[in-house]
């Protein structure tokens, strides 16, 4: 795929038509998210900024209008709760404007499963999955109707890299990248695109209160979050469906799912394996 072509920013009157391009980033008030909304309205895109975190959303948009010009609405919205999905939903499936979803709101916690909350576990699965689940399902149909469009979905290098005290987390950005990759299947044929980001540690809050310490990881295990969006957007524009910021060689990548592939033929047969018949 050709890479995109973002008209530089702007200034412009504040009101939005459908003339304009919209982004919407979730989990925008810190880290990833608020280096997407920056780097978004510096490729000419007015945003919709979606977090719990109102006073920090209504900070990032103030110093987004001053630098850029762009237009910023800020929704303040826990997405674990049904009622508040639901207005960001009815945002996605009635703005126009809107071409692009950056699903990045998400949380972590590591913790054996034999110690954890079961409460906690269900928030998290709410957040990283159902949430981005209905989001995405709220934003397609526009986007397919009106021919183009992008949804980035984050996940997580621990989707592969699979540890011990992971299982929830890792589970979840196991459905985001399957998600994912079924997504693109799905719109083969269609001009929308959809790309996962799987990030390693990153150096930002979401650690806090995660039950992993980023302090105890080795310097050169740790991105910078400007990093990290730079390395995503740049495998958007090189039209990569997935991209992994620190993975040296995209083959790696390649490789790895021709493997997978190379399983599918005799995952589902009549006869059981020889090695199960006695």
Request: proline share 6%; net charge negative.
């Amino acid at each position: 795929m050709a890479p995109n072509t973002h008209p530089p920013a702007q200034k412009r009157d504040p009101p939005r038509t459908t003339q304009n391009k919209t982004a919407v980033v979730t989990g925008a008030s810190a880290g990833l998210g608020a280096t997407y909304a920056q780097r978004l309205a510096d490729r000419g895109y007015d945003l919709i900024l979606v977090a719990r975190n109102a006073a920090r959303l209504e900070t990032l948009a103030s110093d987004i209008r001053s630098r850029t010009g762009r237009a910023v609405d800020v929704i303040s919205a826990d997405l674990t709760d049904a009622a508040q999905i639901s207005v960001v939903e009815e945002r996605l499936r009635t703005d126009e404007s809107i071409e692009v979803l950056i699903n990045n709101a998400g949380g972590g916690l590591f913790t054996p499963l034999t110690t954890s909350d079961a409460a906690a576990s269900e928030a998290l699965i709410n957040l990283n999955v159902t949430s981005l689940t209905r989001l995405t399902t709220a934003v397609l149909p526009g986007l397919t109707a009106r021919g183009r469009g992008t949804v980035v979905n984050v996940s997580s290098a621990l989707a592969l890299n699979i540890l011990p005290v992971s299982a929830v987390y890792s589970g979840t950005k196991s459905y985001v990248l399957t998600f994912t990759q079924a997504l693109q299947q799905e719109l083969a044929e269609s001009p929308v695109v959809v790309q996962a980001v799987l990030p390693g540690a990153v150096r930002t809050e979401f650690w806090d209160g995660s039950g992993a310490d980023l302090g105890a990881f080795p310097d050169e295990w740790i991105m910078s979050a400007g990093d990290v969006v730079d390395a995503a957007l740049a495998g958007l524009d090189a039209g990569e469906p997935v991209t992994i910021p620190s993975l040296p060689q995209i083959s790696d990548w390649e490789s790895f799912e021709k493997a997978r592939q190379a399983l599918v033929p005799n995952l589902s047969l009549k006869i059981p394996a020889d090695r199960y018949r006695g």
